[in-house]
């Protein structure tokens, strides 16, 4: 079945760096459009990044764009999310996401935290 893992979030200063990995199984990775979403608390869940099937066209939310990249790996059937100059406000849990088929899956969630 299908299967989105994120990992790599974690407790990280203003202005530092994190990378967030999503590892992909059950179904065939290089076909599929690939993003990333993020929930802060008490807030809706907002679209981050996307990544076409070879990675060749990447797009962004105006909050994130020129501090955040995206980018996929599709031998090891993984997605990434290099997140620099981090904020406070990019404080969330960062979802890794695929529409395949009909159904929107999602993985489980990473938390980052950025505080001093």
């Known amino acids: 079945q299908v299967q989105l893992v994120e990992s790599g979030g974690g407790l990280v200063q203003p202005g530092g760096s994190l990378r967030l990995s999503c590892a992909a199984s059950?179904?065939?990775?290089?076909?599929?459009?690939m993003r990333w979403y993020r929930q802060a608390p008490g807030k809706e869940r907002e679209w981050v990044a996307g990544?076409?099937?070879?990675?060749?066209?990447?797009n962004y939310a105006d909050s994130v764009k020129g501090r955040f990249t995206i980018s996929r790996d599709n031998y090891k059937n993984t997605m990434y999310l290099q997140m620099t100059s981090l904020q406070p406000e990019d404080t969330a849990v960062y979802y890794c996401?695929?529409?395949?088929?009909?159904?929107?899956?999602w993985g489980q969630g990473t938390q980052v935290t950025v505080s001093s």
């Open positions: 996401n695929s529409l395949i088929g009909i159904r929107d899956y």
């Open positions: 059950g179904f065939t990775f290089s076909t599929y459009t």
């Open positions: 990544i076409s099937t070879t990675g060749g066209t990447t």
